[in-house]
């Protein structure tokens, strides 16, 4: 299974909870959390003078919660850091001494979280922030914008599930023997920030996530399933 854009505190319990609840039917042996698992307002580079005095506290423990949840139980777990995410890693690596010490203490949290539960996490990179399985490609997303599904097909010409844009869609490009497919498995997050209330963006965003099974000879079957709420 595969998952991603909970956003820490502003995770909706409600998809979350259908998340869980076919999680424990179809008792996955892989999991993933594609990314964004924490919101971090406040260390937005265009942040307002209010937003950056969010605390972020609670958003780092509620994204951890949610991982938790996702993890407990599972085999194999990943964690690839989407860009809110990286925003705490970027602090750390090119802010002041006192913000890099602040960064330091929540990322070493994380790490040692991660390390209970042996998550192999990754960066938002676009090189090495990549995990295959089979002939899959899970990724956070680095393409925006309506045909952001079929410009990740062509640029690595993969199978691939990904998250990032929030929307919900299958696309499928040119490939041989067969076309690929890019599943696009929206957010578990809450649809309305109050950000982009005078735009219509959020409109197109929708819950979900992807199961599906990989086999012995190299190939996966691989679903999205929508979330309603």
């Not at 990314?35 to 307002?41: H, I, Q, R, V, W």
Request: hydrophobic residues 40%; contains cysteine; aromatic residues 12%.
């Amino acid at each position: 299974m595969a998952g991603g854009c909970t956003h820490g505190d502003l995770i909706n319990e409600d998809a979350f909870e259908q998340f869980l609840a076919f999680k424990k039917t179809y008792k996955p042996n892989v999991m993933l959390h594609l990314g964004d698992a924490f919101e971090l307002t406040a260390l937005r580079k265009s942040a307002t003078s209010e937003e950056k005095e969010i605390q972020f506290e609670n958003d780092i423990a509620s994204g951890l919660w949610a991982m938790s949840e996702m993890f407990k139980g599972v085999e194999d777990t990943f964690f690839l850091r989407g860009n809110h995410c990286e925003r705490l890693w970027s602090l750390r690596d090119k802010g002041s001494a006192v913000n890099a010490q602040l960064a330091e203490r929540h990322i070493s949290e994380i790490e040692d979280w991660l390390g209970y539960w042996g998550t192999t996490m990754l960066p938002y990179c676009s090189h090495k922030g990549i995990v295959r399985i089979n002939d899959i490609l899970f990724m956070h997303g680095y393409r925006h914008g309506l045909h952001a599904a079929k410009d990740l097909g062509k640029d690595y010409h993969g199978n691939i599930v990904f998250v990032h844009t929030h929307r919900i869609e299958e696309a499928y490009v040119t490939g041989w023997p067969d076309a690929l497919c890019v599943i696009n498995a929206g957010c578990l997050r809450e649809l309305l920030p109050e950000f982009a209330s005078r735009g219509t963006s959020t409109l197109s965003w929708g819950h979900g996530f992807a199961y599906g099974e990989f086999f012995a000879d190299g190939s996966s079957s691989m679903h999205l399933e929508k979330i309603s709420v």
